[in-house]
């Protein structure tokens, strides 16, 4: 099978969106048909090629097919609570991530018995889980939207890409819960010192990277987007298509750092001015 090419790709084409998508909704949205579309491939490698062994069908269900599948559940979730987020009101807004944590919750203890068989790793029920052999004795899950044909699914397969999806959507209802607790205090910072960026799109761009690939906020374990939001937060200017202003710095012929090479010697002159 071309499973491996497959999979690579994705991963390739996944880590240039989550890199460079800043925008929440839009990066949802471009990982989402993404997903289905190397889901949909994958299905017509299965149906066209018969796995050697159950451990190869194991091995493709439990594993392969978990890369793109959490991440298509992964996004469907954090779009959906996107475009569904309250606008306005901090009470509505800490209520609305409250219920959404309350539902992944309520999953975990839902399916303690598979997710304790999971996270202890233990293997003697795979072929009952993992592989088609027993569809037509085992109850599905219902799986929404993200079925793709009884051929292509295990009684639990899609179970584990919700499970693996959840631990990591629920981290990213609590960074929003923690954002909405400080929102109040960023909102009374940018009040009180009124900053304005009076630069380029450019300019700013070219410091947010430089920021973020030196690894100086929050040890680099901080997101590209984070720092956008931020920056446009704290001086009231909106970057616009980020991701667009990246690609258009890349391709220049001459310097890529001109903002920071414009710092740089200003701040040089005046260190040599107040020398002199």
């Not at 159950?54 to 097919?65: C, L, S, Y």
């Not at 919700?162 to 205090?185: D, G, P, S, T, V």
């Not at 009374?188 to 990277?209: F, G, H, R």
């Not at 012929?253 to 020398?275: A, N, P, V």
Request: aromatic share 14%; glycine share 2%.
């Amino acid at each position: 099978m071309e499973t491996l090419s497959i999979i690579s790709e994705f991963k390739r084409q996944l880590q240039d969106i989550e890199q460079f998508e800043y925008d929440a909704i839009r990066q949802s949205r471009k990982v989402i048909l993404l997903s289905r579309k190397v889901l949909s491939n994958l299905k017509k490698e299965v149906s066209k090629n018969s796995f050697n062994s159950i451990g190869d069908e194991v091995q493709f269900f439990k594993n392969t097919k978990q890369i793109p599948l959490k991440s298509l559940i992964y996004h469907l979730e954090c779009y959906n609570f996107e475009i569904h987020y309250p606008k306005i009101g901090k009470k509505k807004q800490q209520k609305f991530i409250t219920k959404s944590k309350h539902k992944i919750q309520t999953f975990f203890a839902r399916h303690l018995d598979f997710i304790n068989y999971i996270e202890q790793n233990h293997n003697h029920l795979d072929s009952w889980y993992f592989t088609r052999l027993y569809n037509n004795e085992i109850k599905i899950i219902p799986i929404q939207d993200y079925t793709l044909e009884i051929e292509f699914n295990t009684s639990h397969d899609i179970l584990l890409g919700k499970l693996n999806a959840y631990k990591r959507f629920i981290k990213y209802l609590e960074a929003r819960f923690e954002k909405q607790e400080q929102k109040i205090n960023i909102d009374d910072l940018v009040k009180q010192y009124n900053l304005k960026w009076t630069s380029s799109k450019t300019a700013l761009t070219e410091l947010i990277y430089a920021l973020y690939y030196s690894r100086v906020i929050n040890n680099g374990n901080t997101d590209k987007r984070e720092i956008v939001m931020a920056f446009q937060k704290l001086f009231n200017f909106d970057l616009g298509d980020f991701y667009k202003i990246h690609s258009e710095i890349k391709s220049r012929k001459k310097s890529r750092t001109r903002f920071l090479d414009e710092l740089s010697m200003s701040f040089m002159h005046e260190i040599e001015k107040s020398e002199r």
